[in-house]
């Protein structure tokens, strides 16, 4: 299963969330704790999303048949 098409959505969905949460409310994060923890989750998703995108990069498999992708040499 490729990971990043289930950390790139979560990471979209959080970032919808923030967008949302900061124009609706005027004191959004209300406390420094709070802008803390939104950061952190914020970060650890980036890199997640990051970290699959990679592994889905580095392990898929070659196609070295010269299939539909391959370019048209003459």
Do not use: C
Not at 15 to 37: C, D, K, M
């Amino acid at each position: 299963m490729h990971t990043w098409y289930v950390f790139g959505p979560i990471l979209v969905a959080w970032v919808v969330v923030l967008v949302i949460l900061g124009l609706t409310r005027e004191n959004f994060p209300a406390s420094p704790t709070s802008e803390r923890i939104a950061g952190a989750i914020s970060v650890i998703l980036v890199v997640l999303a990051i970290a699959s995108a990679v592994y889905q990069g580095a392990t898929e498999e070659k196609d070295e048949s010269g299939g539909e992708g391959a370019a048209l040499v003459r």
